[in-house]
C-alpha cells in the first residue's frame, strides 16, 4: 500500500532554513505529482508546494522565493527546502500523492503523518 514518511521538521528561529523529506513506498514514484501541505492550528490544510512528474512547480504565493520544492525519482523521495521562514511558516507539513502527474491533479487520499515546524525565537 502507499507510504509516505515525512522528516525533517524542527524548532527553527526566524530567518532560519529546513529542509523536509518524505520518502515514499508502495506506488510508481516518478509518474505522480507531489504536494506539500501544511497545516496550523485552528487553520485549514493548504497546498505549499506541488512538483509535477514533468517538472513544473506550483507554489502558494507566500512562500514563493523562500521554499523549493524537488524530488529524486530514483529515491523516491521528495523534499521541500525552506529558507527565510518565519513564525507564520508554523505548522504541520504534510505531503501528499497527487492523484495524477499534472499540476491540476487533486490530491488524493494518501497522506504522511506529519512533520512539526515551529519557527519561533
Known amino acids: 500500500q502507499v507510504q509516505l514518511v515525512e522528516s525533517g521538521g524542527g524548532l527553527v528561529q526566524p530567518g532560519g532554513s529546513l529542509r523536509l523529506s518524505c520518502a515514499a513506498s508502495g506506488f510508481i514514484f516518478g509518474i505522480y505529482a507531489m504536494g506539500w501541505y501544511r497545516q496550523a492550528p485552528g487553520k485549514q490544510r493548504e497546498l505549499v508546494a506541488l512538483?509535477?512528474?514533468?517538472?513544473?512547480?506550483e507554489y502558494l504565493e507566500s512562500v514563493k522565493d523562500r521554499f523549493f520544492i524537488s524530488r529524486d525519482n530514483a529515491k523516491s523521495t521528495v523534499f521541500l527546502q525552506m529558507s527565510g521562514l518565519k513564525p507564520e511558516d508554523t505548522a504541520v507539513y504534510y505531503c501528499?500523492?497527487?492523484?495524477?502527474?499534472?499540476?491540476?491533479?487533486?490530491?488524493?487520499?494518501?497522506w504522511g503523518q506529519g512533520t512539526q515546524v515551529t519557527v519561533s525565537s
Open positions: 512538483l509535477a512528474s514533468d517538472g513544473f512547480t
Open positions: 501528499n500523492r497527487h492523484r495524477g502527474g499534472s499540476l491540476n491533479s487533486g490530491p488524493s487520499r494518501d
